[in-house]
């Protein structure tokens, strides 16, 4: 679960540490205090997208890290060990964003990619958002969210791999029956291209080697006149250097014996006659290698020639020849497979039926989990004050099926506009959309094995007794999870196992945000405003501890 939060210079908050526990808790204040700050300072260290605005005005960066306990989360501790990350029973999770964009992000402390923090983020945080009944109305959110619950994402993932390689067949298949003359040519005019190279037996490697073997061959004789008139001048010639500085050493060293401050002048000069005596022999190995074979260098230019003309007519750089015959090859095996159009069609068959008996698995698994999901829900509404409607996971049946199987997915509801259970758009208010969407939200939490869920703003067009409700049901949830509530309804906050005020306040010209916990008659003050308004009376605060003691 997540039991530390810190926060520097992220959008009007200066400095902000704050630890976690379990059960539920509350998150209020004024509207634009910064409740839903914290949300989005958590979902950066979770892989959200970095934006520059998240910088706090006049600072250089903003940095935000969550410390999570990973104890008894066996799956976490096996990600952070396949990804070569340090793991222990504490995780930490860091996102730094500069005044540019730029962000870097940090799991326990090395250095990671913001796709590892998303995908180590889906084992830790769930947060629901508070348009999340608004994405409702989306096919494609349907379905997820039906998949999910009945832990079928990786079943989803094989069907729709299991489409795109049909399917794909298919298009060879089509085009091979479209096309096999054109395609015969083509394979034709591979096959000699490729015997043509493949004669020449040439690499990318062999031809900077033949580059340095013509270089030599063809300046040999520059070179062993040159060789030989630098060893004269050290070593053979009439007053060489060598013999020059070894008469030098001599006599310096019989001065030395006179004078030893000469000694250090003396050593200096034995370096180098040292040195001068192995350059002496490197170039006399040098000269003996000289190659001045005519015969090798015709060979060589020979050898140059013929992968210049191909790589000239093939209009490539001749060290690009070797990358060309390798897409040739795999062209022509491309083009091969497709010439066989019985084989083609066999495999095309063998990948349908992959297809479907996927497919036919997954619609098995969702009719189920629609079924239980249709109840749970339904049940769940009716304590939401929707007592007269009941939800549905409609599976409608696809001819030609799709990426997704053999079904669409369509959340529908029954007996509130209408008798007969039509699609959620075109049915459900505003607020019953709202209380449709919290029902969806706890049924599936319960059944998620991520230990920590966030509700931000859920509860938007609930109040009264429904509000009560809602209250009791995240109360509910806090027993089995950690979950956090941004809520504007006293009802829900007055059930919290804990409650902090956020607040805001003037600093030098800047807007800065605060978090504070709340006990005792301070979290009575709080509920009183929730209820009551600017002006609290006597009877709000009544009011509020009567909500306080009841939960």
Known sequence: MLVHLAVRDFVIVDRLELDFSQGFGALTGETGAGK????????????????????????????????????????????????DLESGDELILRRVVDAGGRSRAYINGSPC????????????????????????LRADAQRALLDAH???????????????????LQGLLEAARAGSEASSREREMLL????????????????????????????????????????????????????????????LQDMAQLDPELNETAALLQSVQAELSEAVTALRRYSDRVDLDPARLAEVEQRMEAVLGLARKHRVAPEDLPV????????????????????????????????????????AGRRQVAASLSRAVSEQMRDLALGSGHFEAGLLDLEEGSAHGLESVEFRVGGLAASDARPLAKVASGGELSRISLALQVVTSRNASVPTLIFDEVDVGIGGGVAEIVGRLLHQ???????????????????????????????????????EPLEGERRVEEVARMLGGVEITPTTRSHARELLLGA
């Open 324 to 363: 060309l015959l390798e897409e040739w090859r795999e062209r022509l095996e491309k083009l091969q497979a497709v010439a066989d159009v019985d084989a083609l069609e066999a495999r095309s068959g063998v990948a349908r039926e992959n297809f479907l008996s996927l497919a036919r698995r997954l619609s």
């Open 36 to 83: 839903s700050i914290l949300i989005d300072a958590l979902a950066l260290t979770l892989g959200e997208r970095a934006d520059p605005g998240v910088v706090r005005s006049g600072k250089e960066k903003a940095e935000v890290s969550a410390t999570f306990d990973v104890a008894a989360q066996e799956e976490v501790r096996a990600w952070l060990a396949a990804q």
């Open 150 to 168: 009945g832990g079928l994402l990786d079943l989803g993932r094989q069907v729709s791999q299991a489409w795109k390689e049909w399917r794909q």
């Open 477 to 515: 949830l806090g027993r089995e999870r950690q979950v956090l509530c941004v809520t504007h309804l006293p009802q829900v906050a007055a059930r919290a196992d804990w409650h902090w005020q956020v607040s805001k306040s003037s600093r030098d010209g800047q807007v800065i945000s605060r978090i």
């Open 113 to 136: 990619t913001v796709q590892q923090l998303r995908e180590v983020g889906e084992f830790l945080v769930d947060i629901h958002g508070q348009h999340a009944h608004q994405s409702l």
């Open 192 to 251: 000699w291209q490729i015997q043509e190279l493949e004669q020449l037996g040439f690499t990318a490697r062999e031809w900077g080697e033949l580059e340095v073997e013509q270089r030599l061959l063809a300046h040999g004789a520059g070179l062993m006149e040159g060789a030989q008139y630098v060893l004269a001048a050290l070593a053979d010639g009439e007053g060489a250097c060598e013999s020059l500085v070894a008469g030098v050493v001599d006599r």
